[in-house]
């Protein structure tokens, strides 16, 4: 019997991981975590590095891993963590990204318009709560606590959203594995090692100063020159248009773009209320769904969607042009007139081919987002405020940068 309660998985990124929880178990088996395994972790990350192709299924388990090493440092150190406590905050951070759709942040602002995925992961666990398996139903009460920092141990919450927390941590080092950038490469173990509690806050130990600027530095670099790429960008860009397009056709009565499938439903039934939202749909929903409709709508009437489409399987994706400057009006307009030229299309057709926006990036929000620092002397110290740190002012600073997408012939 006690085999049936401890399992092991091997992960490529940190070894064993061990599950020997009942309530984890019963996430784990359910089918609206299981549908992670089916959301890609870094959407078209993959068309610049083959071997990002790892799930959120994966990382979610990584992050798990860490919450678990986490919880036995912070008691070690003598932090009163009770066993209930333990178990919801891993159970928080098992679900935490469960409300992603598919591709991730690619698509999030399109399928589910004013909808972010933390919103859909406490909806879905608030759903696992009710439900009638015997150990969900009221299992989550602390978990739910703990996710939205509704309980009185601050530090649980900072664990699993905060700028030093497990998440961050997981995804860093697997992101960097599955892409084989080793600017990611961060020294997660020693963080999670010199983490303490200081007034019922997430502190890090002096010593452990510069395994911390290494991994804001590296969120930097990840995201400049893994999840910003411009072709990244340009890609991503490709299956936002490929949706709103089928979204325009679907709301203008055009019959062909239906799929048949749940996916019919994001593309002009869901009004963008988060309670009215079908949970079923929104959990039968992933990647493949996605795809599935993308090589359909490569043979539809509409010429725009059309082009789109085989141009994405094909990976024949916009033309990305990124700058740290405004892109100048006539710059655009230019390359505007000709894709409209080059494919016959209108102005507002025109449009789903050729634009321009913008996208930033803060490696360390020094207002709003503190990293303290645990001193020597048993003071507290925001981590920008020490001598000689290598997070200022100027670090703290948002990057933006400017692009424009077209595509050629």
Not at 10 to 17: A, K, L, W
Not at 289 to 294: G, K, N, P, R, V
Request: with cysteine.
């Amino acid at each position: 019997m006690a085999s049936t309660l401890r399992k092991i998985i091997n992960d490529p990124v940190h070894g064993f991981i061990t599950i020997n929880d009942p309530l984890v178990f019963e996430i784990i088996k359910h089918p609206f975590y299981q549908r992670l395994r089916r959301i890609q972790q870094m959407a078209m990350a993959q068309l610049v590095y083959p071997g990002a192709v790892h799930t959120r299924l994966h990382h979610s388990l990584g992050a798990y891993h860490l919450m678990t090493i986490a919880i036995a440092e912070l008691r070690d150190k003598g932090m009163e963590i009770s066993a209930e406590e333990a178990q919801a905050a891993k159970a928080a951070i098992l679900l935490h990204d469960i409300g992603h759709g598919p591709y991730s942040h690619a698509l999030e602002k399109v399928l589910l318009k004013g909808v972010h995925h933390e919103s859909m992961s406490l909806l879905i666990m608030q759903f696992l709560n009710t439900s009638d398996n015997p150990i969900l139903k009221g299992g989550l009460d602390l978990a739910i606590q703990i996710f939205t920092n509704q309980y009185p141990k601050k530090f649980l919450h900072q664990l699993i959203s905060g700028q030093l927390d497990v998440d961050r941590l997981d995804y860093l080092s697997r992101d960097s594995f599955f892409t084989g950038v080793s600017e990611g490469v961060v020294g997660y173990e020693r963080i999670i090692k010199m983490l303490t509690v200081h007034n019922n806050e997430l502190v890090v130990e002096e010593k452990g100063i510069n395994s911390v600027e290494k991994f804001l530095v590296s969120r930097r670099l990840m995201y400049w020159q893994v999840y910003r790429h411009k072709t990244v960008v340009a890609s991503e860009n490709m299956l936002v248009k490929i949706i709103e397009r089928a979204q325009y056709l679907f709301q203008h009565q055009n019959k062909e773009v239906a799929t048949g499938a749940v996916l019919d439903y994001f593309l002009g039934k869901f009004n963008g209320e988060l309670a009215s939202i079908d949970l079923d749909a929104f959990c039968q929903l992933d990647d493949t769904d996605i795809l599935f409709a993308i090589k359909q709508w490569q043979h539809h009437s509409d010429k725009v969607l059309s082009i789109l489409c085989n141009r994405f399987l094909n990976r024949q994706c916009f033309k990305c042009f990124m700058q740290s400057n405004l892109i100048e009006e006539d710059t655009f307009k230019s390359h505007f007139e000709k894709v409209k030229t080059h494919f016959k299309l209108t102005d507002e057709e025109t449009a789903f081919l050729c634009f321009k926006s913008e996208t930033s990036n803060t490696m360390y929000h020094s207002k709003e987002e503190t990293i303290k620092i645990l001193l020597k002397s048993g003071e507290i110290a925001n981590i920008s405020a020490i001598q000689n740190a290598l997070i200022n002012e100027s670090l703290s600073a948002p990057v933006k940068k400017f692009y424009i997408c077209w595509l050629n012939d």
